[in-house]
């Protein structure tokens, strides 16, 4: 049975006096891959940071039925919510191994002393990482790079993953790895994922749910089954005419 993980009522977010998110309404299961498509400027990054609690919002937000719509970030990453940033937010500087043990400095104290066992889990994720722990991050590829971001991620046992735009400024292969993983981690981490994505043809294929922004508002969700056949998102986001086939074909 799968149960609620994260729900949004009217979710409202506003940098200053503007108002950017104006009333989400979401729910995540437990293990779902939701993604979030929409043109620049439509709220998605936003969206990630109103739920990771970075940025200030009215309305309602509740992680696994507790109402944390007063939490710092801080808290909501103690509580299991990680969060890779747009531009991935690792150290150029520091090693590979260096920069997933400050991950899991985002978990509780209790927990902090499986950071070993977690390493090498975070090798078996990804194998790449394991081949170069001594490298600084900033000599690697921008795909190894975002790897690292979120196996630093992973360090903090997270039971809901945001990831902002994983593939912007990767090549085609290196986006394509990335997504086979990340749709491994829900069974291999038990986790939620929502991810970000410009490139909706490879991230529908591993969505279960998939929200399109636009202006700040829902302007469609659902099941990505029903979604992906749908002309409107055939047209608007896969830069397909209508009544074209190709979801999941190779690109
Ligand atoms: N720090 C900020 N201060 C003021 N306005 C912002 C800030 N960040 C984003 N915005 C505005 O909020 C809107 C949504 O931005 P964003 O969530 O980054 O969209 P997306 O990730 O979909 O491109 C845009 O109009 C953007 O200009
Ligand atoms: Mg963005």
């Not at 009333?23 to 939701?34: A, K």
């Not at 719509?69 to 940033?85: E, I, K, L, N, S």
């Not at 260096?98 to 975070?122: C, K, M, Y």
């Amino acid at each position: 049975m799968t149960s609620t993980l994260l729900q949004t009522r009217d979710l409202v977010a506003r940098y200053g006096a503007v108002e950017v998110l104006h009333g989400i309404d979401l729910t995540i299961s437990d293990s779902e891959i939701v993604v979030v498509l929409g043109p620049n400027g439509a709220g998605k990054t936003t969206l990630l940071r109103a739920i990771s609690r970075v940025v200030s919002t009215r309305g309602e937000i509740e992680l696994a039925g507790t109402n944390v719509a007063g939490w710092t970030g801080a808290r909501m990453a103690r509580a299991g919510v990680g969060h890779v940033p747009e531009g991935r937010g690792t150290f150029a500087d520091l090693t590979v191994e260096e920069n997933l043990r400050l991950g899991s400095l985002a978990r509780p104290r209790r927990l902090r002393s499986s950071t070993q066992a977690d390493l090498a889990h975070v090798y078996e994720t990804f194998p790449v990482l394991a081949n170069q722990k001594r490298c600084v991050a900033g000599v690697m590829s921008g795909g190894q790079q975002q790897m690292l971001a979120v196996g630093r991620a992973l360090m903090a046992r997270p039971r809901l993953l945001l990831i902002d735009e994983p593939s912007l400024g990767l090549a085609p292969i290196p986006t394509r790895e990335l997504f086979e993983v990340l749709a491994r981690l829900r069974t291999d981490w038990s986790t939620s994922l929502v991810i970000v994505e410009q490139n909706a043809r490879l991230s529908l294929a591993v969505a279960d749910q998939v929200v399109v922004l636009a202006g700040g508002q829902v302007a469609a969700a659902g099941p990505a089954a029903e979604l992906s056949d749908g002309d409107a998102i055939k047209r608007a986001y896969l830069g397909e005419p209508a009544g074209t086939e190709g979801i999941g074909a190779s690109t």
